[in-house]
C-alpha cells in the first residue's frame, strides 16, 4: 500500500475500538498515545451520543473531535459544542415516533447528549432478551420518561437519532424495509438486534467530510477504521479504508486493508503497520 501522510484517524467503538466487554487496552491505549504525539487528530466515530464515550477515552485531553449518533453531530470535546449537526427537527422526530409504534421494540432518542426512552419499556426490559450485558449498558445509558412525545415536545429543539432494540428478527427486517422505503431515514444496524435510525442524509462519512473541511484535511491525510454498515460511508470516506477481521463480508469488500480483530488490538495494529512504522 503506498505510504500516506495520515493527519486523522477516525475509528468506530463497539465492534471496533472496544473489546467484546467494551474494554479499551492498555496497548490500543499507548498506540493512540503514540499517534497524537506525532500530531495525528484521534477520531471516535460512534453511534453512541457524547455521554457515552468510554472514560479512558475522554481521559485522552489531547483528543479534540468525535463524530457522534452515526453522524448526526460533529462535537468540538474541548470546547464543548458541535461543529456540525444533521438532526431530526421536532415535526420530523414526532413523525419517526409515529412510524415506529406499531412495532414490538424497546424505542430510545438521543438527544443533546442523553439518551431518552419510555419508562415503561425500561421497565420490562427483560422482554426484549437483550442479553445480561446489553442490559446492564442500556441501563446504564438511557434516562427514562413517561413519554417520549410529550417529553421532545416540551423540550423542542432538535434530536440525533432513534435506537430500536428488537425480539424478533422477522418484525426487525419488516421495520427495516418499510423504514427504508419511505425515503425519509436512514436505516444501519451495529448489532444483530438493533436498529439505528437517522436522517436520510445522516452518515459517518458525510460527517468526516464536515470534519475534514474543517480542519482542510484532505482525503488522502484521513484514516478511518470500522466494523459494521454504520461505518461504510466513513471507510469509502478515507484515504485508507481499515476493515476489522470480525468485520461483515460487505464491509471487508470495501477495505483498502483487513487488520485483525477487536479484540486482538486490530485498530492498534493497523496504526503501527500503517501510520507510525
Known sequence: MKKREIKLIAMDMDGTLLTSSKEITEHTIEVLEAAMDRGIQIVPATGRSVNGLPKKLTALKRMRYCILSNGARV????????????????????????????????????????????????????????????????????????????????????????????????????????????????????????????????????????????????KENVMACGDAENDYEMILAAGIGVVMENGSDDMKAIADYITDDHNRDGVAKAIEKLVLN
Open 75 to 218: 462535537y468540538d470535546l474541548h470546547k464543548k459544542k458541535s461543529i456540525y449537526k444533521n438532526q431530526f427537527e421536532t415535526d420530523q422526530v414526532l413523525k419517526l415516533l409515529e412510524d415506529v409504534r406499531p412495532y414490538h421494540a424497546f424505542r430510545s432518542i438521543a438527544k443533546d447528549g442523553e439518551v431518552y426512552c419510555y419508562k415503561e419499556e425500561l421497565d420490562r426490559l427483560g422482554s426484549f432478551h437483550l442479553g445480561e450485558y446489553s442490559e446492564e449498558m442500556i441501563h446504564a445509558s438511557r434516562t427514562p420518561v413517561e413519554d417520549l412525545k410529550d417529553y421532545i415536545i416540551q423540550e423542542g429543539g432538535t434530536s440525533e437519532k432513534m435506537t430500536l432494540f428488537f425480539e424478533d428478527q422477522e418484525e426487525r427486517a419488516k421495520a427495516r424495509k418499510e423504514l427504508t422505503e419511505s425515503g425519509l431515514y436512514t436505516v444501519v444496524a451495529s448489532l444483530k438486534n438493533n436498529l439505528e435510525i437517522s436522517l436520510d442524509s445522516c452518515n459517518k462519512g458525510d460527517a468526516l467530510a464536515h470534519l475534514m473541511e474543517h480542519l482542510d484535511l484532505k
